[in-house]
T-cell receptor, first 111, second 115 residues
Framework: GNSVTQMEGPVTLSEEAFLTINCTYTATGYPSLFWYVQYPGEGLQLLLKATKADDKGSNKGFEATYRKETTSFHLEKGSVQVSDSAVYFCALTPQGGKLIFGQGTELSVKP | EAGVTQFPSHSVIEKGQTVTLRCDPISGHDNLYWYRRVMGKEIKFLLHFVKESKQDESGMPNNRFLAERTGGTYSTLKVQPAELEDSGVYFC?????????????FGQGTRLTVV
């Protein structure tokens, strides 16, 4: 079946630190991969996506590369800010169907 | 343009009571989805409406949950009777393209606590 596993949180970093949130997946076929973010008091927002192997999604300084050989889609940012504090969800959709999410990783960035 | 709006933002009820969650999608969006995140775990799909019809309700956990979308506008999700394991955050999303979960806009969620 299809599933997503992401690293457990909470993750606490100092401002300007490097961020990696690991995400691996199990899927049949060739899914599309996504990172969603939920800032405090707000709804889920699509952060970035990649639709095929070796694609790199990027937005707001965040990046993730679709690695089919390792079935991974790790989220990275070179220098985090306090405003990046949020819960991050990795997700996939098999051929455009319903979204399958990971359990979420809470990120807290301290000044 | 208003986004997806959910009411209430928080609800605390006792086990055995009934709760109704409401979702107002973005105006003109035919597709409406319900998801939920239980106890800090993964967000799981519940169901998908296209206008007033249930396109996919494979994620509904049991018959204590009833979703409606009369007139194809706003939707309600009723839990009756509520159980402790129903606690979590219920998200609604809407999109303007057929079956496009991934282009959906999400609401802020309703946090339900059953005590």
């Amino acid at each position: 079946g299809n599933s997503v596993t992401q690293m457990e949180g909470p993750v606490t970093l100092s401002e300007e630190a490097f961020l990696t949130i690991n995400c691996t997946y199990t899927a049949t076929g060739y899914p599309s991969l996504f990172w969603y973010v939920q800032y405090p008091g707000e709804g889920l927002q699509l952060l970035l996506k990649a639709t095929k192997a070796d694609d790199k999604g990027s937005n707001k300084g965040f990046e993730a590369t679709y690695r089919k050989e390792t079935t991974s889609f790790h989220l990275e940012k070179g220098s985090v800010q306090v405003s990046d504090s949020a819960v991050y969800f990795c997700a996939l959709t098999p051929q455009g169907g319903k979204l399958i999410f990971g359990q979420g990783t809470e990120l807290s960035v301290k000044p | 343009e208003a986004g997806v709006t959910q009411f209430p933002s928080h609800s605390v009820i006792e086990k055995g009571q009934t709760v109704t969650l409401r979702c107002d999608p973005i105006s003109g969006h035919d597709n409406l989805y319900w998801y939920r995140r239980v106890m800090g775990k993964e967000i799981k799909f519940l169901l998908h409406f296209v206008k007033e019809s249930k396109q996919d309700e494979s994620g509904m956990p049991n018959n204590r949950f009833l979703a409606e979308r009369t007139g194809g506008t706003y939707s309600t999700l009723k839990v009756q009777p509520a159980e402790l394991e129903d606690s979590g955050v219920y998200f609604c999303a809407s999109s303007g393209r057929q079956g496009s979960h991934t282009e959906a806009f999400f609401g802020q969620g309703t946090r339900l606590t059953v005590v």
